[in-house]
């Protein structure tokens, strides 16, 4: 009895709210500027209603007065007039209002109502999917999730602030950062020369790491991850496609250790190498690390556990091993599309989360032998787009085959260049690899 009371409601609106605010635009030009930065199109409940909306911001979007001739006039050129309610409704509309000055009041209850309608729907939606078990449960919490973000998104009141209002929060901000001495805003990588670029990792921000096979992606995203836990205590997840978490964590373990990893795949190691193990072992026991190994990785069951590890262990930064091998609920469209659509939704994770997050791609085979550029990212445009700082790992593979022969002191000089830092500068940083620990450290220039 209680579903059928509920599914004979009428949907949430108010008539006398979507009338009055109509109205004191006919009266005044400037509350149309301040509905406007309130109300979208289908907010308004009434088809007549959402008609004469239209019908105003189409002149107002010309820089034309709305008043009851002019909308009428609109109207009647493009035959929505008595869909509309006819000139007889318009001319009652500045009736119900005697002034605008309420206009703000009167648009904030049809937004309230409008939400209401839209979290109807979404739940209706989710009901829905919950009866078809044809469709996965999962992409179906998913869905509502993802709808729910959007909502609230798109429900930030536009506003604006005067210098007065801005000035003493930026003063503020910057004191802030004068009485902590750090010199970053966001989470530092631990290269210097980088940092000194970003001023780290910033909140929000999708950050994308590019190169060809077997030049040390996966590598520069430990070093990053260990530094930001191991040194800098703070939680981070590491989401691996590729690799298992044991040959992860062993990797790790060499390179925090400096024993060369050749040796600890063979079991050739001296006593001082597994004291190092050990004590490099301790210290990666304590960081706080999280190790996903999700081999067919689909883009829902990262978002859910991204958000898990959010709420539970408060992780403050994301690495995911690679972008390319996540797999897209929509098998039927392209390969491309499927790619730019895990890439917004990357971003859209980065700033629903309010941490930033790392992915590491593939750069196409044309690629080799040069400096990769933007136009290099494999699969989709759309992640150069998405993305707002995009690097790339580079170095010469004859340098390499030159000095390769004895890689037991080799350190190999490499380029990190910084190819579209949507709020900073671009460039190139050179950065040091070293094969025996599969690691990055600063560049010393030795």
């Known amino acids: 009895m209680a579903a059928l009371a509920l599914k004979d409601k009428i949907p949430p609106h108010n008539d006398e709210a979507e009338q009055a605010a109509l109205g004191a635009m006919l009266l005044d030009t400037e509350a149309v500027m301040s509905v406007v930065s309130y109300l979208k199109t289908g907010d308004f409940y009434s088809n007549a209603n959402r008609r004469v909306y239209e019908a105003i911001l189409n002149l107002f979007n010309h820089g034309r007065k709305a008043d009851i001739i002019t909308i009428s006039d609109e109207l009647q050129q493009s035959g929505e007039l008595d869909a509309a309610g006819g000139r007889a409704y318009i001319a009652s509309l500045t009736s119900v209002v005697p002034t605008s000055a309420n206009v703000d009041y009167y648009a904030k209850i049809i ?18 999917g919950s009866y078809d078990e044809t469709t996965d449960s999962r992409l179906t919490l998913e869905k509502a999730q993802q709808q729910m973000f959007e909502l609230t998104e798109g429900r930030q009141t536009i506003t604006f602030k005067s210098a007065k209002e801005i000035v003493p929060k930026a003063i503020e901000n910057i004191q802030k950062l004068y009485n902590s001495k750090d010199a970053f805003t966001g989470i530092p990588s631990g290269f210097d020369d980088l940092d000194s670029m970003t001023s780290g990792f910033q909140n929000s921000e999708l950050i994308i790491i590019g190169a060809r096979p077997s030049v040390g992606k996966t590598a520069l995203a430990m070093s990053m991850a260990a530094h930001i836990t191991i040194k800098g205590k703070k939680p981070a997840a590491f989401f691996s496609l590729e690799m298992s978490d044991m040959a992860i964590m062993q990797r790790l373990i060499s390179s925090e250790a400096r024993v060369d990893s050749n ?5 050739f190691l001296q006593p001082k190498d597994f004291t190092s193990l050990i ?11 999280y190790i996903l190994d999700m081999p067919n990785l689909k883009m829902l069951d ?5 958000r898990r ?21 929509n098998y039927q469209i392209p390969r491309h599309e499927q790619i730019a659509e895990i890439s917004r939704s990357l971003k859209s994770l980065a700033r629903e989360l309010d941490i930033p997050v ?12 040069k400096k990769p550029s933007l136009a290099d990212i494999r699969e989709s445009g759309s992640i150069e787009q998405d993305a707002d700082l995009v690097m790339f790992l580079h170095r010469e593979r004859e340098s390499e085959k030159k000095s390769g022969d004895d890689q037991s002191k080799q350190v190999i000089k490499t380029e990190l260049i910084i190819a ?13 690899f070293h094969p025996r620990f599969t690691r990055f450290d600063n560049y010393s220039g030795t």
């Open 111 to 128: 937004q309230d109502c409008s939400l209401r309608r839209s979290m109807l729907r979404i739940s209706g939606e989710v009901t829905a």
């Open 263 to 267: 040796k600890i795949r063979t079991g």
């Open 279 to 289: 004590d490099a072992a301790g210290k990666i026991y304590d960081a706080p690390l």
């Open 302 to 306: 990262l978002r859910a556990q991204a």
């Open 309 to 329: 590890l959010k709420a539970q262990q408060k992780i403050e930064i994301i690495f995911i091993d690679y972008l390319t091998l996540i797999s897209s609920e």
């Open 358 to 369: 790392v992915a590491l791609s593939q750069v196409k085979r044309d690629a080799e032998g």
């Open 420 to 432: 579209k830092q949507r709020n900073g500068p671009v460039g190139t940083v050179d950065i040091a």
